[in-house]
C-alpha cells in the first residue's frame, strides 16, 4: 500500500474557510483526508469537490445507522460523490450492512466501505445502559467479524485493539485507527493513544490524525514527520 494513503487527516473544522486553510498546507502525496458529519453538515458536497480538485482521497465519515434502505441511499448519495472511502455503524446489523455493500458495488467508482463497531467513546458501562452485557473486547470482535462476514472492506477500532483482533482477521481486512499520538503530544480527549510507527506495527492499515497535525504550528512539517516515522515500520 502507497505510504501516502495510510495517513488520513481529520478535517475537524466547523467550516469552509478554516478546512481550506489547513489543505492549503497539506500535499496529497503525504496523506488523504477525512470530513465527519460536522463539516459536512455545513459545507456539503461542495467541499467534497474543492477536495477533489486539490487530488486528494476523501474518507467520508458519516457513520449512517438507519434502517436497510436508507443506508442503501444515503450510500449510493456518498458513492455518487466520487470519495474513496465511506463508513456504516455494524450494529445495523447483516441485512443493512448488506444494503450499504449492494450501493457501493453498484457505484462508477466504488469507495471502500467499512464499520464502526464500538465507539471508542463507550465503556463496559455503556454497553449495560444499552442492553449489551458481553465484556466489550468480545463485542467489538463479534462486531467486527460481522462486517467481515457481511464481505466489507474493514473496521474502524482503536490501534490498541489490534492485539487482540489482528490475528482473526485475514491480511486484506483493513483497520483504520484514530486516537494516534506522537510521543511529545497532548493526549487531548483520547485516552488509549499509540504513535504513528506503534499503529502501524500493531497491524493498522490507515491513521487517523487530527489534532497533532491541525493544532500543529507547522502542519506541514508535523505530517512530514509522520510519514517519515511510517516509513520506518
Ligand atoms: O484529533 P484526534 O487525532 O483525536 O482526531 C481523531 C479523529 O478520529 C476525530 O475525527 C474523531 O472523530 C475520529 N474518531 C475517533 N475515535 C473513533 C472514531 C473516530 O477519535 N473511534
Given at each position: 500500500?502507497?505510504?501516502?494513503?495510510?495517513?488520513?487527516?481529520?478535517?475537524?473544522?466547523?467550516?469552509?474557510?478554516?478546512?481550506?486553510?489547513l489543505?492549503?498546507?497539506l500535499?496529497?502525496?503525504?496523506?488523504?483526508?477525512?470530513v465527519?458529519?460536522e463539516?459536512?453538515?455545513?459545507t456539503?458536497?461542495?467541499?467534497?469537490?474543492?477536495?477533489?480538485?486539490k487530488?486528494?482521497?476523501?474518507?467520508l465519515?458519516?457513520?449512517?445507522?438507519d434502517?436497510?434502505?436508507?443506508?442503501?441511499?444515503?450510500?449510493?448519495?456518498?458513492?455518487?460523490?466520487?470519495?474513496?472511502?465511506?463508513?456504516?455503524?455494524?450494529?445495523?446489523?447483516?441485512?443493512m450492512?448488506?444494503?450499504?455493500?449492494?450501493a457501493?458495488?453498484?457505484?462508477?467508482?466504488?469507495?471502500?466501505?467499512?464499520?464502526?463497531t464500538?465507539l471508542?467513546?463507550m465503556?463496559q458501562?455503556?454497553?449495560?445502559?444499552?442492553?449489551?452485557?458481553?465484556?466489550?473486547?468480545?463485542?467489538?470482535?463479534?462486531l467486527?467479524?460481522?462486517?467481515?462476514?457481511?464481505?466489507?472492506?474493514g473496521?474502524?477500532?482503536?490501534?490498541?485493539?489490534?492485539?487482540?483482533?489482528?490475528?482473526?482477521?485475514?491480511?486484506?481486512?483493513?483497520?483504520?485507527?484514530?486516537?494516534?499520538?506522537?510521543?511529545?503530544?497532548a493526549?487531548?480527549?483520547?485516552?488509549?493513544?499509540?504513535?504513528p510507527?506503534?499503529?502501524?506495527?500493531s497491524?493498522?492499515?490507515?491513521l487517523?490524525?487530527g489534532r497533532?497535525?491541525?493544532?500543529?504550528?507547522?502542519?506541514s512539517?508535523?505530517?512530514?514527520?509522520?510519514f517519515l516515522e511510517i516509513?520506518?515500520?
Amino acid at each position: 500500500m502507497a505510504a501516502a494513503h495510510k495517513v488520513i487527516v481529520a478535517l475537524d473544522y466547523a467550516n469552509l474557510a478554516d478546512a481550506k486553510s489547513l489543505v492549503s498546507q497539506l500535499k496529497p502525496e503525504y496523506c488523504n483526508l477525512k470530513v465527519g458529519k460536522e463539516l459536512f453538515t455545513a459545507t456539503g458536497p461542495a467541499l467534497i469537490d474543492y477536495l477533489h480538485s486539490k487530488n486528494f482521497k476523501v474518507f467520508l465519515d458519516l457513520k449512517f445507522h438507519d434502517i436497510p434502505s436508507t443506508v442503501k441511499k444515503a450510500c449510493e448519495a456518498a458513492s455518487q460523490l466520487g470519495v474513496w472511502m465511506i463508513n456504516v455503524h455494524a450494529s445495523g446489523g447483516a441485512i443493512m450492512l448488506e444494503a450499504a455493500l449492494e450501493a457501493v458495488s453498484k457505484a462508477k467508482q466504488p469507495p471502500l466501505l467499512i464499520a464502526v463497531t464500538v465507539l471508542t467513546s463507550m465503556d463496559q458501562k455503556t454497553l449495560e445502559e444499552i442492553g449489551v452485557t458481553r465484556n466489550l473486547e468480545d463485542q467489538v470482535l463479534r462486531l467486527a467479524k460481522l462486517a467481515e462476514k457481511s464481505r466489507l472492506n474493514g473496521i474502524v477500532c482503536s490501534a490498541r485493539d489490534l492485539v487482540f483482533l489482528r490475528n482473526h482477521f485475514n491480511p486484506s481486512f483493513l483497520f483504520v485507527t484514530p486516537g494516534i499520538r506522537m510521543t511529545e503530544d497532548a493526549t487531548n480527549d483520547q485516552i488509549r493513544t499509540m504513535t504513528p510507527f506503534e499503529a502501524m506495527k500493531s497491524g493498522s492499515s490507515h491513521l487517523v490524525i487530527g489534532r497533532p497535525i491541525t493544532q500543529s504550528k507547522d502542519p506541514s512539517k508535523t505530517l512530514e514527520k509522520i510519514f517519515l516515522e511510517i516509513n520506518q515500520s
